[in-house]
């Protein structure tokens, strides 16, 4: 423990955000680091608990305690060492995760909790600045050779651990670059795309071959897999979710992950015929998640006209809910940095109509309030309020609806059994499918998810591989079940 007495003298103390005016002009990360001084103190506010529920809020299992003690006595290469114990991409978590380790921080009780998360990113950073982070190729290879389906962090998080047990790693993306959902679905604003080139260049180092631009089961033959030791299918839950609404077809109507992908693309240099843009539109969001989130704040930067928001949830409290108490992650109202640069949010609604001109471009969306009824034993009905029906000016209408669950092209190529949810189905813990040499990981296993769980999944699965192959594994494996975090 840094100071016994850190968290009653210091306050948390967060990274400030560039003024909206400022950022919505670039696609650019817009947080102002904290000094090292100031990360200090930070660090001195984890009071070592007994018992450190952080430490098992964390799907990884991260040794929080410890890399906060070593922040707060200035050892950034030990604080790096540990955190990279638990953790291949730091710099993905301490950018992006929710930080369910900070929901279950014991100080949350009282106070505000130890900034866990920026205090992880800082060490990542410094530790690359530093150059701490070299690549790590194994000593010796053992002949077997994998072959992983999928470049998102789950992939890239298995790749990494099955070469530094000495296999030899093949990951196929069917996208034009590495990165998965971290590449073309968050925003370059959320995180800075040099950040996965960065860390894919010491992957490459280390011995593991990318190639792109290859689509399992549809331009590359999946029967060539047999060629592999084994596989690791890593591709993600990304069945886009839409609605049965009439004039969901007009011009206009876009899913939210071709107008993200296609900005980001635009913004490393990529002519895209006709994109997308919410410039000088009456822009309407559907969907309140992380996705909707971002499609906000990429419609700002194009200059929208106005951005509105539907949920047809209720809007959850301002505080934690009596139904999810500390340790649990939070039932709890969430308001994003891309809400804070404009938009109108409107919750318990639902879309009736998406209502076109005579040459079927979109004009206005017709909407109707709801409410939920809870009977106990049912499933919640959703009841429409009688004299709520609205017209909304709209010309684009961007749905961010969430994922129904994994593509199916390889699970029907490659015989993959899929679950009730329609999740790749693997034996909970030896992630292992129907066919014994392939496993899966990731979002294509639990369904749409977190990245932190995709890392987590991904070292997991690595070692079951490794035990598969080898008979045993010296990989390491967390002693937590990370639980606490029902995502
Ligand atoms: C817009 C958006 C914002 C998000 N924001 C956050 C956030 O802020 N924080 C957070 O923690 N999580 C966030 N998430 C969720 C997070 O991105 C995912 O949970 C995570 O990326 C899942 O990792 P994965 O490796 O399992 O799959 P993915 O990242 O989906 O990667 C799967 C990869 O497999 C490839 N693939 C699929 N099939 C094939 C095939 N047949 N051949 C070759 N390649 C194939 C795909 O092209 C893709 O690159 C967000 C998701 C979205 C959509
Ligand atoms: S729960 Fe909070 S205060 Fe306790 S060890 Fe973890 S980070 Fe430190």
Redesign the pocket.
Known sequence: MGKVTGFKEFERQDEAYKPVKERVEHYKEFTVPLSEPELTKQGSRCMDCGIPFCHSGCPLGNLIPDFNHMVHQGEWQKASWLLHSTNNFPE??GR???APCEKSCVLGIIEDPVSIENIEKNIVERAFKEGWIKPQPPKSRTGKTIAI?????????AAQQLNRAGHTVTV????DA??????????NF?MEKEIIDRRVAILEAEGITFKVN?????N?D?KELKAFDAVV??????ERRSLPTPGIDADGVVQ??DF?TQQTKVVFGQDIKEQVLATDKHVIVIGG???G???IGTSNRHGAKSVVNFEIMPKPPGHRSPTTPWPYWPLQLKTSSSHEEGVERNWLINTKEFVTDKNGKLTALKTVNVEWKMVPGERPQLIEIEGTEKTWPCDLALL?LG?TG??S??SDKLGIERDARSNYKAEYGKYQTNIPNIFT?????RG???????IS??REAARQVDIYLMGKSNLPSKDVSGDLVAL
Do not use: H
């Open positions: 993905f978590t992006l995760c929710p389906v999928g470049s998102g962090p789950a992939g890239l998080a196929f993306e069917r996208d590495i990165g998965g959902l971290l590449r073309y679905g968050i925003p959320k290859v689509n399992v089961g549809v590359y999946a299918l890593c591709g993600g839950a990304t939210a992950m993200l998640g992380d996705t989130s971002d499609c961010a994922f994994p593509e092209t390889l990981a990731g979002d294509m296993r749409q998810s977190l990245i932190v769980w995709a999944e991904g």
